[in-house]
């Protein structure tokens, strides 16, 4: 079964303090993960995918295959990183190409 | 950068009216989608989209649920009896090529009454 699990429903920390968002999926193929990001009444928004190993505004996720985790992280969170954060999945299991999310974590870095 | 767009951005409805969710993706992609996402709950997919045909649709979609790509350009999400449960917001997205990046309207706020 595919699966996305964000432990943290609502994440609170102060402005330069790290930060880590948790998620973990299941998923019987190789898979493709993402980040998505939204503001505050503001679409969904891609971060960053495993595939690109970039870092975007700062966040980096990992993939570890032997943990199923793709945690993503911030060494020093900013204010303006307060948003809904989404993990998601590729999924092609049904015949088609979609994403798969998580139940999301709401970040919230107080000043 | 392209956007997708949807309208209208707040639908309010009676229980068993019909609704035309409407989305205009971005020109030259290929795969369309349609997701939702009830209060406090996950983003779940409902269909998607290509070739002018659904390539796969989830649970959630049964009959009372349909797509279309009338003109070319939009790409409509149709409930023909609303239920009370179907008050979500519902998201259209388009990618260009299958494995590339999803790029998500803003949504449309459907409530159901």
């Known amino acids: 079964a595919q699966r996305v699990t964000q432990p943290e429903k609502l994440l609170s920390v102060f402005k330069g303090a790290p930060v880590e968002l948790k998620c973990n999926y299941s998923?019987?193929?190789?898979?493709?993960l993402f980040w998505y990001v939204q503001y505050s009444r503001q679409r969904l928004q891609l971060l960053l995918r495993?595939?690109s190993r970039e870092s975007i505004k700062g966040f980096t996720a990992d993939l570890n295959k032997g943990e199923t985790s793709f945690h993503l992280k911030k060494p020093f969170a900013q204010e303006e990183d307060s948003a809904m954060y989404y993990c998601?999945?590729?999924?092609?299991?049904?015949?088609?190409?979609?994403?798969?999310f998580g139940k999301g974590t709401k970040l919230t870095v107080n000043p | 950068e392209p956007e997708v767009t949807q309208t209208p951005s707040h639908q309010v409805t009676q229980m068993g009216q019909e609704v035309i969710l409407r989305c205009v993706p971005i020109?030259?992609?290929?795969?369309f989608y349609w997701y939702r996402q009830i209060l406090g709950q996950k983003v779940e997919f409902l269909v998607s989209?290509?070739?002018?045909?659904?390539?796969?649709k989830s649970e959630i979609f049964d009959d009372q649920f349909s797509v279309e790509r009338p003109d070319g350009s939009n790409f409509t999400l149709k409930i023909r009896s609303t239920k009370l449960e179907d008050s979500a917001m519902y998201f259209c997205?388009?990618?260009?090529?299958?494995?590339?990046?999803?790029?998500f309207g803003p949504g449309t706020r459907l409530t159901v009454l």
């Open positions: 997205a388009s990618a260009g090529l299958a494995g590339t990046r999803e790029f």
């Open positions: 495993h595939i």
């Open positions: 989209f290509y070739n002018n045909e659904i390539s796969e």
């Open positions: 998601a999945l590729s999924s092609t299991q049904g015949g088609s190409e979609k994403l798969v």
């Open positions: 020109s030259n992609h290929l795969y």
């Open positions: 998923y019987s193929g190789s898979p493709e």
